[in-house]
């Protein structure tokens, strides 16, 4: 493109020499730059219009992952730089032509990170468009696009360093090697991490929302990120922990994810019972407990449950609470259900209960077993037996007389004065 009519303008304003080169130099180099914010400003209108327009009937995970990810604002980004670049040789000619060497050297660095942006836009595309996915909590891709993007930032700076010393990319890659050793200290976390992150999503050993237990870290919460370097992680305590990626797979951890997807929580849990109150039961009060806790006469009970006379309250009150336990609309019966005594202990004879709740969220889960357990403690005395619980010696407090008694005291110390007296 032709500029010599800012020459021949400045020419007739009576510019000339030195002046005149350097005005011309000026002008054209702010002419460049406006058309190159113009162009930019009506690459970047003409995409958005499109785009929406496009975009405005699409699945709204893409709707969301090319828009808000910047990935066409970005593309908007290469009019103007393709436009300064085919200028440079028009507007730097004759005294100046030593100046394109180093400017389109800037121009084909700042190409080179222009383009490096779009292709970082296009990894958030992906990572946004695969947080719709049914599989995203199962197979969290943060740490693949962590990786790519450091890839493409790391060939971004081979290149950038190629232009400038006028170098092919491939003559930077074969001195590359040798400075693996300083690149494994420097990126010793992010490549343990990456490898680590691999593992981790190759076995679908832990999601986001899962809950995990890590006890060497201080980690019990819910999986909030899954990174290329760390683990997000939010306790129940509303802190927040930073987990390097590869602890997880060094260390131990318990992944509750299971429990939640069976739909069953587990209640262990035990009563103790104080073996001093331990009996046989007559007939009659069998006969009564049948009647009121089982709904059924004392000989069916004892067929159902295959038991003789004599029958102990601790064998009434584990068969009832057995039958309870399973009757219950928010226990699952088609899991474990196991009500039986423990060894005794100086605490008490343990009658533990093991079964697993329907509700595997916190607060629901414990309301249930809360229940459960205060309605036992409720009618344990039915069945003559009481709750162990330890009472210490007390110490015996002398009681201060009262203000009667410190009379009479004293006139009987006068009178036992007198008699003394009298003696």
């Not at 400003?41 to 995409?47: A, H, K, W």
């Not at 590869?246 to 318990?254: A, E, G, R, T």
């Amino acid at each position: 493109m032709d500029l010599n009519f800012i020459n021949e303008w400045l020419s007739q304003l009576g510019l000339e020499g030195d002046l005149l080169t350097y005005a011309v130099l000026g002008i054209q180099s702010v002419l460049v730059i406006i058309a190159g914010y113009i162009i930019y400003q009506v690459t970047r209108l003409i995409i958005n219009k499109t785009i929406h327009r496009m975009l405005r009937k699409a699945p709204e995970r893409w709707y969301n992952s090319l828009v808000n990810s910047g990935f066409f604002k970005r593309c908007a980004n290469l009019a103007p730089v393709l436009l300064i670049n085919l200028f440079i040789p028009v507007v730097f000619v004759d005294d100046f032509e030593k100046w394109q060497g180093p400017l389109q050297t800037a121009v084909g660095i700042y190409l080179t990170w222009v383009i490096t942006s779009i292709l970082l836009a296009l990894a958030n595309v992906v990572s946004i468009a695969y947080e719709y996915s049914s599989k995203a909590k199962e197979v969290p891709i943060t740490g693949v696009i962590q990786v790519a993007k450091l890839i493409l930032v790391l060939m971004a700076i081979i290149i950038s360093v190629a232009i400038v010393m006028n170098k092919s990319p491939m003559y930077l890659l074969s001195g590359f090697g040798a400075m693996t050793a300083i690149l494994m200290v420097v990126f010793r976390d992010t490549l343990m991490g990456f490898v680590a992150g691999v593992q981790l999503a190759t076995n679908r050993m832990v999601g986001i929302g899962d809950w995990i237990q890590v006890p060497d870290s201080d980690v019990d919460g819910t999986v909030q990120e899954v990174g290329l370097i760390t683990v997000k992680v939010e306790n129940w305590d509303k802190t927040t922990v930073y987990l390097p990626t590869y602890v997880l797979i060094h260390q131990s951890f318990k992944n509750w994810q299971g429990m939640i997807n069976s739909g069953g929580r587990r209640i262990k849990r035990s009563l103790m019972l104080d073996l001093d109150s331990a009996q046989i039961l007559d007939d009659d009060t069998l006969e009564s407990l049948a009647s009121s806790y089982f709904n059924e006469s004392l000989d069916e009970w004892l067929n159902r449950h295959q038991i003789q006379n004599p029958v102990s309250n601790l064998t009434a009150f584990r068969c009832y609470v057995q039958d309870y336990i399973s009757g219950h609309e928010q226990i699952h019966e088609d899991m474990t259900l196991m009500v039986r005594l423990l060894e005794p202990t100086a605490s008490g004879l343990p009658l533990e209960i093991y079964a697993f709740s329907k509700q595997t969220s916190w607060a629901d889960y414990e309301q249930i077993q809360s229940i459960l357990f205060e309605y036992l403690y409720t009618i344990m005395g039915d069945f003559k037996l009481s709750y162990y619980q330890y009472f210490p010696k007390t110490q015996t407090i002398k009681k201060q007389p009262s203000e009667q008694q410190r009379e009479t005291n004293d006139d009987e110390d006068d009178q036992d004065s007198k008699d003394k007296d009298d003696q």
